[in-house]
């Protein structure tokens, strides 16, 4: 179901851009850090491993008609469901020494939605401090 409605909502915003004559576009999917692999919520990191390569598959579809549609995997972020023991733990094994917040999370969203952002396509941002860097 989270894989679908993404799909689903992708499709409408493209449409409804279409319908427009809309110039430009931006598609900002959130995934996370853990979408590779998720021991405790395997349905949760295939779901968003679902929606990652279905926002690199629409980015082709998008771009042509001047939608970039990037893919934004949030780290740990102190949503108030981390204990202070695991936000400390998160903290000391961050290269910032911190755990994220979601104003972290949404500067970056801004950006993608911003027209600096123009010539990023297709790209699955990690936002978490460097707790997940890609290999």
Same mark, same amino acid.
């Given at each position: 179901?989270?894989?679908?409605?993404?799909?689903?909502?992708?499709?409408?915003?493209?449409?409804?851009?279409?319908?427009?004559?809309?110039?430009?576009?931006?598609?900002?999917?959130?995934?996370?850090?853990?979408?590779?692999?998720?021991?405790?919520?395997?349905?949760?990191?295939?779901?968003?491993?679902?929606?990652?390569?279905?926002?690199?598959?629409? !980015?082709?579809? %998008?771009?042509?008609?001047?939608?970039?549609?990037?893919? #934004?995997?949030?780290?740990?972020? &102190?949503?108030? $469901? +981390?204990?202070?023991?695991?936000?400390?733990?998160?903290?000391?094994?961050?290269?910032? !020494?911190?755990? %994220?917040?979601?104003?972290?999370?949404?500067?970056?969203? #801004?950006?993608?939605?911003?027209? &600096?952002?123009? $010539? +990023?396509?297709?790209?699955?941002?990690?936002?978490?401090?460097?707790?997940?860097?890609?290999?």
């Amino acid at each position: 179901m989270n894989a679908r409605a993404y799909a689903l909502t992708m499709s409408e915003y493209i449409q409804r851009y279409l319908s427009r004559q809309g110039r430009w576009g931006r598609i900002i999917n959130v995934s996370t850090d853990a979408a590779h692999a998720h021991a405790i919520s395997l349905s949760y990191a295939a779901s968003k491993h679902a929606i990652e390569s279905h926002s690199r598959s629409a !980015r082709a579809e %998008g771009g042509k008609y001047g939608i970039t549609v990037n893919i #934004v995997a949030p780290g740990p972020i &102190q949503t108030g $469901w +981390l204990t202070s023991d695991q936000e400390t733990a998160i903290s000391a094994g961050t290269p910032l !020494r911190r755990c %994220g917040t979601p104003q972290d999370v949404a500067d970056v969203m #801004v950006f993608l939605a911003s027209d &600096q952002a123009h $010539w +990023l396509i297709g790209q699955l941002l990690y936002v978490g401090g460097g707790w997940r860097m890609h290999q």
